[in-house]
Each structure stands twice: as structure tokens, then as C-alpha cells.
């Protein structure tokens, strides 16, 4: 069904390494997204893309940056990682749908720790 | 204000029983469909059942039925027959067409299913 590429699985740095969370997706879509979420708590959207070279950020604020240069592709970056950054990082897309009722396909996550 | 309301943290069921999980929502528009995924221990995020506000029938698929009821503004997602397969937690989320917003999600469920 949905194929959506999340790597690394895993991350544990330590504080103010600049990282990148890479995100794929091979099935065409035109929205991508990037949610936050503690462990058993809700998901926080912070950056979306509806479109190439087009982001925005979300309801949280977020130290991180993204971009979208190609279609199938939105990278997450933390120039400067920091202990507040542990989390796990969910990328999800969509596409091709009516104007309420697109699903969003989510990746497997990256769970990372900044120590 | 929170425009997606899960009130219960945690809840327990009895392998094979059914159980509703609940879930209120906030808005104003009368257009915006309603979705519940499940998210297992493993982190991903599954999607399960979507509402549209203007469908008529309440959404079923397989064992995971939603009712909805609009006047309450209420989404509740039934799941019948339990197991133990089904202890994740489960997220409600709302989207609304006005400016083309992503999914909001609730603070999630945890249900755990008792052999």
C-alpha cells in the first residue's frame, strides 16, 4: 500500500550536532508533513509542503528547518540538536484525494535522543 | 481551543468484548472529515476508519465501526470483538477544507486488551 521511507530509524547524538531526518515517498504525493511526538502523547505538527519549493511551518515551534526541492523527498534539519529535540519524529504524505478526505500515509518514525 | 477532545487516557477491554472510544470535535465549518488511526508499540501510525460530515451511514470497516454523531459533535470509534492485537494507542483526527489545513489529532487513547 502506502510507501513512505523514514531513515535513520534511530538516532542518538550528542548536543549541537547538525542533523538531517530524511523523508521519502514513492507514490506521487503532493502533501508532505512533519509531526513531533513524546512517547504516549499527541502528535504535534510542525512543518508541511503542499507542493515543491513550498513549506510552511506548523502548530509548533520548532527549531528545525525543511525544504522541498523534489516532489518525493522532504528532509528535516536540526542545525543545532539539543536535549529539548529528544523525541520521535513522524513524516506523513498525501495526495490524490477530494479536498477533506485525503488519508495521511505516515513513515515508520525516527526516534531521536540528544544527550 | 482544543478542537480534537479524547477524554479517556487509558481504557481496558476484555479479549473478544467490544469497545467505543471516544472522541469530540470543535468546529465551525460544515465541511471536514473525521479519521481514527492506531498506533501500535512499534510507533507507526495505521489508518483505520474515515467520516465524511456529510455521509449519511456511519463508516464501518472490518470489526472498526465509527459513530457519528453530528449534532454532538461526537466520533466515537467502535472496535467489536477485541484482541490482543488491538492494545495500541488510538488516535481521532479532524481535518476542515477552509485554507487547506492538515490533520489535527486528539491526545490519543491507550487501549490494552486482557486475555
Known amino acids: 500500500e502506502a510507501d513512505i521511507y523514514q531513515t535513520p530509524r534511530y538516532l542518538v547524538i550528542g548536543t549541537g550536532k547538525k542533523i538531517t531526518l530524511e523523508c521519502s515517498q514513492t507514490m506521487g504525493h503532493d502533501k508532505m508533513y512533519w509531526y513531533q511526538q513524546d512517547p504516549g502523547m499527541e502528535l504535534h505538527l510542525i512543518h508541511y509542503s503542499y507542493g515543491v519549493n513550498s513549506t510552511e511551518k506548523g502548530d509548533l515551534s520548532s527549531e528545525s528547518t525543511v525544504s522541498r526541492i523534489r516532489t518525493e523527498h522532504f528532509p528535516l534539519t536540526l542545525e543545532s540538536a539539543r536535549p529539548s529535540h529528544t523525541s520521535q519524529y513522524l513524516c506523513?504524505?498525501?495526495?490524490?484525494?477530494?479536498?477533506?478526505?485525503?488519508?495521511?500515509?505516515f513513515g515508520s518514525g525516527t526516534q531521536l535522543s540528544v544527550l | 481551543a482544543q478542537k480534537i477532545t479524547q477524554t479517556q487516557p487509558g481504557m481496558f477491554v476484555q479479549e473478544k468484548e467490544a469497545v467505543t472510544l471516544d472522541c469530540t470535535y470543535d468546529t465551525s465549518d460544515p465541511s471536514y472529515g473525521l479519521f481514527w488511526y492506531k498506533q501500535p508499540s512499534s510507533g507507526e501510525m495505521i489508518f483505520l476508519i474515515y467520516q465524511g460530515s456529510y455521509d449519511q451511514q456511519n463508516a464501518t470497516e472490518g470489526r472498526y465501526s465509527l459513530n457519528f454523531q453530528k449534532a454532538r459533535k461526537s466520533a466515537n470509534l467502535v472496535i467489536s470483538a477485541s484482541q490482543l492485537g488491538d492494545s495500541a494507542m488510538y488516535f481521532c483526527?479532524?481535518?476542515?477544507?477552509?485554507?487547506?489545513?492538515?490533520?489535527?489529532f486528539g491526545k490519543g487513547t491507550r487501549l490494552s486488551v486482557i486475555a
Open positions: 506523513a504524505s498525501s495526495g490524490g484525494g477530494g479536498q477533506f478526505n485525503e488519508k495521511l500515509f
Open positions: 483526527a479532524m481535518r476542515e477544507p477552509s485554507g487547506n489545513t492538515p490533520l489535527v
